[in-house]
């Protein structure tokens, strides 16, 4: 049936040529001109354009599959995929995923720490610049590693996460904590305190933070 009713070949040229005709009768025939060049551009145009979408597409797929490092070239991609997974998860799996990129962000700040960035210095200058450039990448990616484990903390409060994940959840952000007080205070002590209160009030009964918490042993 699809091919008895198919048009046949000589009545589609047909119908172009005629369709065409009309056009051009319509349009003068300096537009018609111009409408003949930019056709073909804006064809070309948008098979890169998607060529260039489809490319970058698969680019950022990878550089979040392979979890590139904070100096590849493609770590732009990379948290532009993680903000895209945060937007579309369901609220169930939200903690999971803060937790993931928690503890990307303190693997990230452990390989930026155990690089030696000054191997290719030369002056004090360039020593100090290195060292600022240093320093601030760190805050930078520990911030952003908090606020990971802050919004993790606030789905344990909330109860939006599955009670199957709590006890895996607990354990993982109270190592990433401890990892991140090994690195110095770097942030207000209280509210590192507050962090962790909040911690042991939700998963006290899986974890036991006080014991290795140098923060509560000043108190």
């Known amino acids: 049936m699809r091919h008895y009713c198919d048009p046949s070949e000589d009545f589609l040229n047909a119908c172009k040529d005629s369709f065409v005709n009309k056009i051009c009768q319509k349009i003068p ?12 551009v804006l064809k070309y145009g948008l098979g890169t354009l998607f060529s260039l979408v489809f490319i970058g597409s698969g680019a950022a ?38 937790t993931e990129f928690a503890q990307r962000r303190l693997d990230e700040v452990k390989k930026i720490e155990a690089a030696d960035i000054l191997v290719a210095t030369t002056t004090e200058a360039v020593i100090n610049a290195d060292i600022k450039k240093h320093q601030e990448t760190v805050t930078k990616l520990r911030n952003q590693m908090r606020e990971e484990v802050s919004s993790v903390i606030s789905g344990i409060e909330e109860k939006r996460v599955q009670k199957t994940s709590v006890q895996k959840l607990c354990d993982s952000v109270s190592n990433i904590m401890k990892e991140d007080e090994k690195r110095g205070d770097g942030e207000e002590k209280e509210i590192h305190m507050k962090n962790w209160a909040r911690l042991e009030k939700n998963c006290g009964d899986f974890i036991n933070a006080s014991s290795t918490n140098p923060v509560k042993e000043d108190n």
């Open 61 to 98: 797929v990878f550089a979040d599959k392979t979890n590139v490092e904070y100096s590849h070239p493609l770590y732009s991609l990379k948290r532009v995929v993680e903000a895209v997974r945060i937007e579309l998860a369901p609220v169930e799996q939200l903690a999971v995923l803060h």
């Open 29 to 40: 025939a300096a537009e018609a001109k111009k409408l003949s060049v930019a056709v073909p």
